[in-house]
């Protein structure tokens, strides 16, 4: 096997900074043991600590380890996280927001809608048996985040906690929502009267690389906070509704320096992707690029698969929702190009593109 630095040169992007051997990460598949993971950090949390999420959509009735109302144990997410915050820890929540389709129930546009809700009922929300004394815990810990692409949506996703100063970083594509909670064969769902799963996986990531994490979700969250004040219409509530309200502290403080975790012959990388607007609009002078991103972007995600892609001799696997950078993208980071490359060279490629909601399309 060749060497650690010549496969990092190989097939990781020199434009990312590469962890050698000092951060573990831990692959975990499917959601049931994923949502059992994140209880036991969440759990394990205590005051002076911090717990920051950020997702796609997040249900606050859900039970982490799947019991359902009323059977023995049932706790549900809100409750938990209400219950963090109340006793001292630094909860935060960043769920996918949009100015338009947050107003709209039918058609279901997105899980935006839906996130309104959820950040309505977290932030209402008090642990059971609590006296209603003062705001509740999370009444000023749980953003909206419209930002990005006007046709896309945010669906970066971290569960970021901090127990003293050791951070654990987990990231994937796994939400907090109820039908996650998969496990193989994946066929325990039900889609247009076929059987169907929910199949995903994530990383815990602990060492200097959980650092890269942090700071991702401290510029995700200062860019939210910072957004200006838009509304949206609510039929429970007269009147028009602040998206965000204006009571939410702006700086999550820098990470602390985090101690190498032994990973003898591995090297990884946290990479990013941003889109170039920072504030996106059907009208020119609304939009606004990143202060602190380059005007195209950042396209860290792409730049390594097209490394990889371009080392692979053998075999080249993708698995994804979308084929493509995001829906109404630029056609310049298209992988088309690279695996069409790659199979005139000898090396097998196989992808799969599927729609939520779907059975994943035969590999081609």
């Given at each position: 096997?060749?060497?650690?630095?010549?496969?990092?040169?190989?097939?990781?992007?020199?434009?990312?900074?590469?962890?050698?051997?000092?951060?573990?990460?831990?692959?975990?598949?499917?959601?049931?043991?994923?949502?059992?993971?994140?209880?036991?950090?969440?759990?394990?949390?205590?005051?002076?600590?911090a717990a920051y999420i950020c997702g796609l959509q997040l249900e606050p009735d859900m039970d982490l380890t799947g019991k359902l109302p009323g059977e023995p144990g049932f706790?549900?997410?809100?409750?938990?996280?209400?219950?963090?915050?109340?006793?001292?820890?630094d909860v935060r929540v960043i769920l996918a927001g949009a100015v338009v389709s947050s107003s709209i129930a039918r058609p279901t546009l997105g899980p935006f809608h839906q996130n309104v809700s959820a950040a309505h009922r977290l932030r209402r929300w008090r642990r059971d048996g609590d006296r209603p004394i003062g705001?509740?815990?999370?009444?000023?810990?749980?953003?909206?985040?419209?930002?990005?692409?006007?046709?896309?949506?945010?669906h970066q996703k971290v569960t970021l906690v901090r127990r003293g100063t050791e951070l654990t970083a987990c990231v994937g594509g796994i939400d907090y929502a109820a039908s996650r909670i998969d496990e193989g064969p994946h066929r325990r769902l039900?889609?247009?009267?076929?059987?169907?799963?929910?199949?995903?996986?994530?990383?815990?990531?602990?060492?200097?690389?959980?650092?890269?994490?942090?700071?991702?979700?401290?510029?995700?969250?200062?860019?939210?906070?910072?957004?200006?004040?838009?509304?949206?219409?609510?039929?429970?509530?007269?009147?028009?509704?602040?998206?965000?309200?204006?009571?939410?502290?702006?700086?999550?403080?820098?990470?602390?320096?985090?101690?190498?975790?032994?990973?003898?012959?591995?090297?990884?990388?946290?990479?990013?992707s941003v889109g170039p607007w920072y504030i996106d609009s059907l009208l020119p002078w609304e939009r606004r690029h990143y202060s602190d991103v380059a005007p195209d972007g950042v396209h860290e995600v792409y730049l390594t698969l097209v490394q990889a892609i371009g080392a692979a001799q053998r075999y080249i696997y993708i698995e994804?929702?979308?084929?493509?950078?995001?829906?109404?993208?630029?056609?310049?980071?298209?992988?088309?190009?690279?695996?069409?490359?790659?199979?005139?060279?000898?090396?097998?490629?196989f992808w799969s593109a599927r729609a939520p909601g779907t059975r994943p399309s035969r590999p081609r």
């Open positions: 096997m060749a060497p650690l630095d010549d496969l990092v040169t190989r097939y990781l992007s020199p434009a990312v900074t590469s962890h050698y051997a000092n951060s573990s990460v831990e692959f975990v598949v499917d959601g049931r043991q994923w949502m059992h993971r994140m209880r036991e950090l969440l759990t394990s949390l205590g005051p002076g600590d706790q549900p997410l809100g409750e938990l996280l209400a219950g963090l915050a109340t006793d001292g820890v705001p509740p815990p999370l009444a000023d810990r749980v953003l909206l985040d419209w930002s990005g692409s006007g046709v896309g949506s945010n039900a889609v247009r009267g076929g059987r169907w799963g929910w199949h995903d996986a994530g990383a815990i990531v602990r060492g200097p690389a959980a650092d890269d994490v942090w700071r991702v979700m401290r510029m995700r969250w200062i860019g939210a906070v910072n957004l200006p004040r838009r509304r949206y219409f609510w039929p429970m509530v007269k009147g028009l509704q602040v998206l965000n309200p204006a009571s939410i502290p702006a700086e999550i403080p820098a990470p602390p320096p985090q101690t190498a975790q032994p990973a003898p012959g591995s090297a990884c990388q946290i990479l990013r994804d929702q979308y084929f493509k950078e995001y829906p109404g993208g630029d056609n310049r980071f298209e992988l088309y190009p690279y695996l069409r490359a790659a199979a005139a060279r000898g090396s097998r490629s």
